[in-house]
């Protein structure tokens, strides 16, 4: 079974805080993806990569950047965290061009005091 | 621009009662249409795709759902509903990026509650 594994199930960080996210994947999927989960809301794609280095801006990225330096790590970067950035935050990843389905992570919930 | 309506927030069905969940999605080409479950404190989980082919697409844990291209929806339905299938429900429509890539749209979700 693939398995995305998110670092941290729930993270508290400060106002201004450099924050990141991480997560891994072990099936060699050549997409990965980060998202924003929101009530009222769904799921809502921030930023995508589908190969080392390379990445593409998703529905939401003001305030955010990724890196993926390689195949099976792909993190997602608050650069000064503020107050509207506490949410559930999903990671997924996919083969291939992005045709077949996702397999997400557990969520990592971050609050920003 | 593509779009997934899932016009119900939240519905209460009796345990091994029927179930259908609403999906409109707004969408040029063919889609790729996915549902996708999420249970309490987890990620989500695939319950079934539509790229091609049947229309009537089976899925895990006992669920169908039916394209109709003239009705532009893609529904959920299960005959008898469990009490563990309490949980939020995604549709999700794939979409092609600047790359040519493709990536998800999802609505906004439907929170099922089962009463027993």
């Known amino acids: 079974d693939v398995k995305v594994t998110q670092s941290s199930r729930y993270l508290v960080k400060r106002t201004g805080e450099k924050v990141f996210l991480e997560c891994v994947q072990d099936m060699d999927h050549e997409n990965m993806f980060w998202y924003r989960q929101d009530p009222g809301l769904g799921l809502r794609l921030i930023y995508f990569s589908y190969d080392v280095k390379m990445k593409e801006k998703g529905d939401i990225p003001e305030g955010y950047s990724v890196s993926r330096e390689k195949k099976e790590r792909f993190s997602l970067i608050l650069e000064s965290a503020s107050t509207n950035q506490t949410s559930m935050y999903l990671c997924?990843?996919?083969?291939?061009?992005?045709?077949?389905?996702?397999?997400f992570g557990d969520g990592t919930r971050l609050s920003i005091l | 621009a593509q779009s997934v309506t899932q016009p119900d927030i939240h519905i209460t069905v009796s345990e091994g009662a029927s179930l259908e969940l609403r999906c409109n999605y707004s969408?040029?080409?063919?889609?790729?249409l996915f549902w996708y479950v999420q249970s309490p404190g987890q990620g989500l989980q695939l319950l079934l795709k539509?790229?091609?082919?049947?229309?009537l697409v089976q899925g895990i844990k006992g669920f169908e759902a039916e394209f109709k291209r003239s009705q532009s929806s893609f529904n959920l339905r299960k005959p008898s509903v469990h009490w563990s299938d309490a949980a939020e429900y995604f549709c999700a429509v794939g979409r092609i990026m600047d790359t040519g890539r493709r990536a998800l749209t999802f609505g906004s979700g439907t929170r099922l509650q089962v009463q027993p």
């Open positions: 969408y040029g080409a063919t889609p790729y």
């Open positions: 539509y790229f091609s082919g049947d229309t």
């Open positions: 997924a990843s996919s083969p291939g061009t992005g045709d077949q389905p996702q397999h």
